[in-house]
């Protein structure tokens, strides 16, 4: 155990060692080591909620919605199609207007320390769920803000017409109209089925906010302990309907950022580093204790234009800030061959991606010429940058710097404004903002879950379409592309909106990155999916003395 920090070795003692909020349970074992019994998985990021739903992105969809709970759909990470979870089987009605989900039996809630259920997984939770989303009459639909961010930007409570309960192990849900996109919206992360007896205890006790605070979901992992900016542990839910998870429990360090955390990997207090920065790969490649995985990612880094503010209300000048920006230098200098420039919002790995789409050239003389020609020769403007490594960004104050360095050889002065998790959003909205670098990863193949949370005019209010650009075309094109189930006709109607976003230019596409993840040697098990992280039920440590058979 040496080298491991102060707060892993307490870890390994009984449960009540640390007082954090929520308690551990109150019958949890004394845990053995945590080098035989778990691992830590270290991670960049800031927690606001445990409930993925009202979460629009980061350490809660990315890392915890895997392990905590489970959704009705999945999507096989390596055939990219849709498979069951929950549901067992579905139908698809009325040309897809109608979805009828067949549910899984015997599919128990964790028992933690602050609830205990009383019966299996049935269709009054799959109502409870999404009712909860959709239905703004829902008792529990304001509960700690009633903002549901993506399914917000689809605009699904004005399209979910109902979602009702058929029998005990039967849901059906309509929608006003056909949406070919539907099913891959309720495979993503942002869907989870909740506890409605949950809810009903936490009514009763008037605690209704502790739903989202305290989770209780089926998946493999149950939070034991958290401690806020520091760590989340995860107890295994021994329950587990897929099987028992092989690790007793997982620890999220979120205490360091950066090359902390790529010292924690060589040192042994982290096991599994979750986005390493590009710049380090011929670090972890050399280190014969650490192995390394990379995948292709459905995901892409941005840059949004405030169109509601000038100057970028200007298409000219839009255009202009575009040319100035050095796309081949990010590559070189952030993603170091492990991503590829981006031509479209969509990544090159989408069935919908128009191979016409071509990468916004490098001209600074044009860039400049642009903006005499505007009338704003001498701007100021404010970047702002979120501070925590992505999935589609592992570096983005240092992309930011590039950009204000490339921005300042056409006589644009550029100031960075670092924010962090829902501060960013809460500024975004206030529309004072000229550009913020951002970027969005899903667990959806459907092009639809890229469109509308980023560039709808419902995205707006539902705070994911930070360029605050809204076309009624552009989402009558993106309406047309959800009526049919044919797929040459869905790709014609996006081949059409992309050709839009060229066009008007609200975001400026930077890159979409590979998917890396660096982990010790005697881990295995880990899946590193496109779509996001998959759970943990599979990882275990490898012996000393298996690894030498």
Not at 268 to 292: F, H, K, T
Not at 374 to 383: S, Y
Not at 398 to 416: F, P, S, W
Request: glycine share 6%; net charge neutral.
């Amino acid at each position: 155990m040496r080298g491991l920090p102060l707060w892993i070795l307490s870890l390994c003692l009984t449960g009540s060692a640390l007082a954090a909020t929520p308690p551990a349970p109150a019958a949890a074992p004394p845990l053995p080591d945590i080098r035989q019994s778990g691992f830590v998985y270290c991670v960049s990021g800031i927690l606001n909620t445990f409930n993925p739903q009202m979460a629009s992105s980061g350490l809660t969809v990315d890392t915890l919605a895997a392990q905590l709970y489970d959704r009705l759909l999945d999507v096989d990470p390596y055939t990219y199609r849709l498979i069951p979870e929950l549901a067992q089987s579905w139908e698809v009605l009325d040309n897809g207007a109608t979805y009828r989900f067949h549910l899984r039996k015997d599919v128990p809630f964790q028992t933690t320390a602050w609830f205990k259920p009383t019966r299996k997984m049935n269709a009054d939770d799959v109502v409870f769920s999404f009712a909860r989303v959709f239905d703004q009459k829902h008792p529990y639909h304001d509960v700690n803000g009633g903002e549901y961010p993506y399914f917000d930007s689809l605009q699904f409570g004005d399209s979910v017409q109902s979602v009702r309960k058929l029998d005990d192990y039967t849901v059906e849900i309509r929608l006003q109209a056909p949406d070919a996109s539907f099913l891959w919206h309720l495979a993503t992360h942002y869907a989870p089925v909740l506890s409605a007896e949950y809810a009903d205890r936490l009514t009763h006790e008037g605690r209704q906010e502790m739903i989202d605070r305290e989770p209780v979901g089926s998946g493999p992992f149950l939070l034991n302990e958290y401690r806020s900016g520091q760590y989340i542990r995860l107890a295994r839910n021994d329950a587990y309907w897929k099987g028992r998870p092989r690790m007793p429990q997982v620890v999220i360090d979120m205490g360091a950022g950066g090359t902390g955390r790529l010292s924690k990997l060589l040192t042994g207090e982290c096991d599994v580093l979750a986005y390493p920065a590009a710049s380090q790969l011929s670090i972890l490649r050399d280190d014969p204790r650490l192995r390394l995985t990379l995948r292709p990612g459905m995901n892409i880094a941005y840059l949004a234009f405030n169109t509601r503010k000038p100057p970028f209300n200007d298409l000219k000048v839009r255009q202009a800030i575009s040319l100035a920006i050095n796309n081949q230098r990010l590559m070189q200098s952030i993603y170091y061959g492990t991503a590829e420039t981006a031509a479209s919002i969509l990544p090159r790995a989408s069935w919908a991606y128009d191979n016409d789409a071509h990468v916004t050239e490098y001209d600074p003389a044009k860039a400049r010429d642009m903006l005499k020609q505007a009338g704003v020769g001498q701007l100021n403007l404010k970047l702002w940058v979120p501070t925590a490594s992505q999935s589609y960004n592992p570096s983005p104050l240092k992309t930011a710097e590039l950009i204000q360095a490339d921005l300042g050889q056409v006589g644009v002065k550029v100031t960075i404004v670092p924010v962090e998790g829902r501060f960013q959003e809460a500024r975004l909205m206030e529309m004072n903002h000229d550009l913020t670098l951002t970027g969005w990863a899903t667990d959806s193949n459907d092009p639809d879950s890229f469109f509308r949370p980023l560039l709808s005019c419902a995205a707006i209010r539902s705070q994911t379409n930070y360029a605050h650009w809204c076309d009624p075309g552009f989402d009558e094109v993106l309406q047309d592309a959800l009526l049919s189930q044919q797929l040459s006709q869905r790709i014609d109607s996006y081949r059409k909106a992309q050709k839009i976003l060229e066009r008007q230019l609200p975001v400026l596409p930077l890159a979409s990155s590979l998917r890396l993840q660096a982990y010790r040697y005697d881990i295995k098990g880990l899946v590193l999916s496109p779509f996001g992280n998959a759970s943990f039920a599979g990882v275990y440590r490898e012996s000393a003395e298996e690894a030498k058979k």
